[in-house]
């Protein structure tokens, strides 16, 4: 059931309306045959129709005015609501304003969706949400359909950089973009998708998967106008954003002393200020690293690409995706699970960096049996990724095993809960 006010995505939404395109049998047709050109002609009057269906921009505001119209005020809160007779009625004169292409959002299920009041009534507005997110993820559907060249329902990044570059005029936050950066910002963007929908780095991303993905939703929340109301922490939490994908190229230019378009283990040291320590460094480049082709004495480079895995990873401990980034550097043996002699061999540079730093003398045997505790592993012996990702905080765990900033913030959590607090009381 939908809440009043909930911000859902796609909650209700049938996917499988625009199926993936392959030639008779699930064959691929001859590059220039006649049967790839019905195809594709097919594909496109197929699309067209579909697009067709939707409401636009006049009709959404249109479907506004009925509901706002024929609703009525809720005594107590002010809300405006209608119960199931003032539906059925909004239902007809939609009709008879925009179209039959309205009805299917007036359905008796479609009702059934929403929370009810005690009266039997809902709330206009989460109605009106849905129905816009649901034109919204249709048309994202359609547009992604579009550029699936080999219509298999996979986008390759080529695919996903062309729809990022076909959104960016109607992103009100992306308009004034630069040209020139136009091409590096779609391939950042690009990159969290597939770091996020393509788990197996085969280098194409299911469109459903896309399409229910909180990328999709972060990245259309650079729609909102008014830039003056988000502030610059906001704009940098958003990997979509303009600051952010600068600050990304910014921070990878910067690390590359030899500007020859890669980053060596040394370079990638200098990483956040140098606080990562130097085991986890290695086994970066020894799990998410290629060796590379051109490099002196064939050692590892890492490129742009596995730059922004290393960064996204990071930045989202607290997901799976990140998590299991993480958890095969963690894995110093690969064996699926980590024992207490790696808690002990992973902590060692954290504790090293520690105590150069001039903090307190610490006991490893204490912060491992403390990681014990938070993780409460399924077998007392062995912590696996399961276990990590089961707790709660397995992000935490990480960031005390590879980051000397990352433990002094669990060491301080008391301390910055409190500072974090103290604004709101004054």
């Known amino acids: 059931m939908i809440k009043g006010g909930e911000a859902f995505w796609a909650f209700g939404i049938d996917l499988r309306?625009?199926?993936?395109?392959?030639?008779?049998?699930?064959?691929?047709p001859e590059e220039g045959s006649i049967s790839q050109r019905v195809q594709k002609l097919a594909k496109y009057r197929f699309l067209k129709k579909q697009s067709d269906l939707l409401?636009?921009?006049?009709?959404?505001?249109?479907?506004?005015?009925?509901?706002?119209?024929?609703?009525v005020i809720d005594d107590t809160t002010g809300a405006e609501k209608m119960n199931y007779e003032d539906f059925c009625h909004i239902a007809s004169v939609c009709a008879e304003q925009i179209g039959p292409k309205c009805r299917r959002f007036f359905s008796p299920s479609n009702f059934m969706k929403f929370e009810k009041d005690e009266q039997g009534r809902i709330a206009i507005l989460p109605?009106?949400?849905?129905?816009?997110?649901?034109?919204?993820?249709?048309?994202a559907r359609i547009d992604m359909s579009e550029l699936d060249e080999d219509s298999d329902g996979l986008l390759q990044p080529h695919?996903?950089?062309?729809?990022?570059?076909?959104?960016?005029?109607?992103?009100?936050?992306?308009?004034?973009?630069?040209?020139?950066?136009v091409q590096m910002y779609c391939r950042i963007a690009a990159h969290k998708f597939f770091f996020f929908c393509d788990p197996h780095r085969r280098g194409k991303a299911c469109i459903k998967k896309v399409l229910l993905s909180n990328c999709l939703q972060e990245l259309m929340?650079?729609?909102?106008?008014?830039?003056?109301?988000?502030?610059?922490?906001?704009?940098?939490?958003?990997?979509?954003?303009?600051?952010?994908?600068?600050?990304?190229?910014?921070?990878?230019?910067?690390?590359?002393?030899?500007?020859?378009?890669?980053?060596?283990k040394q370079e990638l040291r200098e990483y956040a200020d140098g606080t990562l320590t130097e085991i986890f460094i290695e086994r970066v480049f020894d799990e998410h690293v290629r060796r590379g082709k051109t490099s002196a004495g064939n050692a590892r480079e890492m490129d742009f690409e596995s730059f922004l895995d290393f960064v996204l990873a990071l930045?989202?401990?607290?997901?799976?995706?990140?998590?299991?980034?993480?958890?095969?550097?963690?894995?110093?043996?690969?064996?699926?699970?980590?024992?207490?002699?790696?808690?002990?061999?992973?902590?060692?540079?954290?504790?090293?960096?520690?105590?150069?730093g001039g903090n307190y003398e610490l006991c490893i045997e204490d912060v491992r049996d403390?990681?014990?505790?938070?993780?409460?592993?399924?077998?007392?012996?062995?912590?696996?990724?399961?276990?990590?990702?089961?707790?709660?905080?397995?992000?935490?765990?990480?960031?005390?095993?590879?980051?000397?900033?990352?433990f002094w913030a669990?060491?301080?959590r008391e301390n910055l809960l409190q500072e974090e607090e103290e604004p709101e009381e004054e």
């Open 17 to 28: 309306v625009l199926w993936p395109w392959k030639g008779v049998h699930g064959k691929k």
């Open 55 to 71: 409401l636009n921009a006049d009709d959404l505001d249109a479907m506004w005015v009925c509901l706002r119209e024929n609703c």
């Open 127 to 139: 109605f009106y949400l849905y129905v816009m997110r649901t034109v919204s993820l249709t048309q």
């Open 159 to 181: 695919e996903m950089e062309a729809y990022i570059r076909g959104l960016i005029p109607n992103l009100a936050q992306l308009r004034d973009m630069p040209a020139a950066f």
């Open 221 to 264: 929340e650079l729609h909102q106008e008014s830039e003056e109301e988000i502030t610059d922490n906001e704009q940098a939490e958003n990997w979509f954003s303009l600051t952010s994908a600068q600050r990304i190229c910014d921070m990878f230019l910067a690390l590359d002393k030899d500007m020859n378009g890669t980053l060596s």
């Open 315 to 356: 930045e989202n401990k607290d997901t799976p995706e990140g998590l299991t980034y993480l958890f095969r550097c963690l894995d110093l043996h690969g064996r699926g699970y980590l024992i207490t002699a790696d808690i002990h061999t992973l902590f060692r540079d954290v504790h090293q960096k520690w105590v150069e």
């Open 370 to 406: 403390e990681i014990w505790d938070m993780v409460k592993p399924a077998d007392p012996l062995r912590v696996t990724l399961a276990d990590l990702l089961s707790c709660k905080q397995g992000g935490t765990v990480a960031s005390m095993l590879i980051d000397v900033r990352g």
């Open 410 to 412: 669990h060491d301080n």
